[in-house]
């Protein structure tokens, strides 16, 4: 399946969570916000909402600094 995300081609394997392509790109655990298709995902519904093919996702993660 291949979706975009952050504006670049991306190919999953196997049909995903928002919250599993979180996982996968290393950021579980982290503060981040997740939009698909122009909509923002609460972080409540990450597990729960499926990606789909051509989906445009953008994950924006907060970086720290002092």
């Not at 392509?21 to 729960?48: D, K, M, Y």
Request: charged share 25%.
């Amino acid at each position: 399946m291949h979706i975009q995300l952050n504006g670049e081609p991306y190919t999953l394997d196997a049909e995903l969570t928002a919250a599993d392509l979180i996982e996968r790109l290393g950021l579980a655990g982290r503060r981040v916000a997740v939009e698909i298709n122009e909509e923002i995902v609460p972080r409540s519904q990450l597990a729960t909402t499926r990606l789909g093919q051509g989906d445009q996702v953008e994950v924006v993660h907060a970086i720290g600094g002092g």
